[in-house]
């Protein structure tokens, strides 16, 4: 078919600045991954560490509410025994006094533990807060260089976009459908010079007929193989 090559091969080279702005944005995505990632994982571990903390002042929380009743009830006993009047009742109070003190000493040093534990617990919180603290101060410089240079991408990718679509106004309709939907197969380019008579994308060899049509230089045809425009390069 009969194009007008120059105009074509333009448009690809502005697509292809285009292309390479984006590839620039596209590198700084494993940086910014790997920064967030490592960033995530301390502050997975600061939430386990608030949780874990939450947990043991909830032990310790209810280890008092039992206390205190324990005591409460300790009171009564001591109460009625002033008022009883039998010898045999008060003994069996005493005996109910003796359990209780027990077991409310055990539940006492229960406490004790789970008051360590909390301590503990909230010591390691603390602990964690420091290094998503240290983390973030640490990662700041990068972050802030990523920043900076996504915006200066960005505008490059405005930039070249501008320019690319300047290029495509010069492109016939037709021509143009015809270059984008060859861009949305595999091929990274729609245009791809005739090398030693085949193809320069898939180097599948361009029948004979055809390839004298490419060679009169303003000229293009469909590769049989792979559908990408194969033109004549300037000598
Ligand atoms: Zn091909």
Not at 11 to 38: C, S, Y
Not at 46 to 74: C, F, P, T, V
Not at 86 to 109: H, N, T
């Amino acid at each position: 078919m009969q194009v007008d090559l120059g105009v074509l091969l333009d448009l690809q080279e502005k697509d292809n600045a285009v292309k390479a702005a984006k590839d620039q944005l596209e590198a700084l995505r494993p940086r910014i991954e790997k920064l967030d990632e490592t960033l995530a994982q301390a502050e997975g571990a600061l939430d386990a560490a608030r949780k874990n903390a939450e947990e043991a002042d909830g032990r310790r929380g209810e280890l008092e509410g039992r206390i205190e009743s324990y005591r409460l009830m300790q009171e009564r006993r001591r109460q009625r025994l002033e008022w009883v009047r039998g010898a045999k009742e008060a003994s069996a109070i005493m005996a109910e006094l003796d359990l209780a003190r027990s077991v409310l000493a055990k539940e006492e040093a229960e406490w004790i533990r789970s008051a360590d534990q909390v301590q503990e617990a909230e010591k390691l919180v603390a602990e964690a807060e420091g290094v998503v603290a240290q983390l973030k101060e640490d990662q700041a410089a990068e972050r802030a260089e990523i920043a900076a240079k996504t915006d200066q991408i960005e505008k490059e990718i405005g930039e070249a976009t501008g320019i690319r679509d300047e290029a495509a106004s010069g492109v016939k309709p037709r021509m143009l459908e015809l270059y984008r939907r060859i861009l949305q197969g595999r091929a990274p380019q729609a245009l791809y010079p005739l090398r030693s008579g085949a193809c320069g994308h898939c180097y599948t060899a361009v029948p004979l007929h055809r390839r004298q049509q490419i060679e009169n230089g303003q000229a293009v045809e469909a590769c049989e193989a792979c559908g990408v425009l194969v033109y004549k390069e300037a000598e």
